[in-house]
T-cell receptor, first 113, second 113 residues
Framework: DQQVKQNSPSLSVQEGRISILNCDYT??????FLWYKKYPAEGPTFLIS?????DKNEDGRFTVFLNKSAKHLSLHIVPSQPGDSAVYFC????????????FGGGTRLMVKP | DAGVIQSPRHEVTEMGQEVTLRCKPISGHDYLFWYRQTMMRGLELLIY????????DSGMPEDRFSAKMPNASFSTLKIQPSEPRDSAVYFC???????????FGSGTRLTVV
């Protein structure tokens, strides 16, 4: 039973356009959400996070939106750059879960020049 | 700090052999996690430790898998005997208290032939 799902295994976007990566979760106890970026042959690296008390968090070209009622979050990258091409993982944690993160299956983003 | 260090980077072994993966977490981090990445299941948590004590090993697929953390600066994940379906990239990650985010190592790509 996957508690965090990324239903799009891949996404292709033109350079300069917006990339939107989606993530759904089922566990209502999740209260902290993160996005990680992973390049080939490297470990995932932290990108941006959002607490359940917010519905938006922005950091430069990256914005994460949280819709708690729909149990849905999304990562917007604008403008997209070729260097953004990577696999993006959505992750979630619940307070009291011992710092444990549950990850989605990942979405491969390809930004074409 | 050099980050989370995993060794070896690549391991090719024959079915039935014992495999040991190693991890050195970031100094001062009190949580250590072992994840496995496969095409089918994305990033799945195998086991995690808090202050060197195993907290949740429910993700360990079978008794063939075992993990230890003898001290705060070292952990091993052992597979004995290994099988071709164990082929995957294994990541170690560490974090501090309830910081929310992990730092991942670069992973060990295991191939069992």
């Amino acid at each position: 039973d996957q508690q965090v799902k990324q239903n799009s295994p891949s996404l292709s976007v033109q350079e300069g356009r917006i990339s939107i990566l989606n993530c759904d979760y089922t566990n209502s106890m999740f209260d902290y959400f993160l996005w990680y970026k992973k390049y080939p042959a490297e470990g995932p690296t932290f990108l941006i996070s959002i607490s359940s008390i917010k519905d938006k968090n922005e950091d430069g070209r990256f914005t994460v939106f949280l819709n708690k009622s729909a149990k849905h979050l999304s990562l917007h990258i604008v403008p997209s750059q070729p260097g953004d091409s990577a696999v993006y993982f959505c992750a979630a944690s619940a307070r009291g879960a011992g710092n444990m993160l549950t990850f989605g299956g990942g979405t491969r983003l390809m930004v074409k020049p | 700090d050099a980050g989370v260090i995993q060794s070896p980077r690549h391991e090719v072994t024959e079915m039935g052999q014992e495999v040991t993966l190693r991890c050195k977490p970031i100094s001062g981090h009190d949580y250590l996690f072992w994840y496995r990445q496969t095409m089918m299941r994305g990033l799945e948590l195998l086991i995690y430790f808090n202050n060197n004590v195993p907290i949740d090993d429910s993700g360990m697929p079978e008794d063939r898998f075992s993990a230890k953390m003898p001290n705060a600066s070292f952990s091993t994940l052992k597979i004995q005997p290994s099988e071709p379906r164990d082929s995957a990239v294994y990541f170690c990650a560490s974090s501090f208290a309830n910081s929310g985010g992990y730092t991942f190592g670069s992973g060990t790509r295991l191939t069992v032939v």
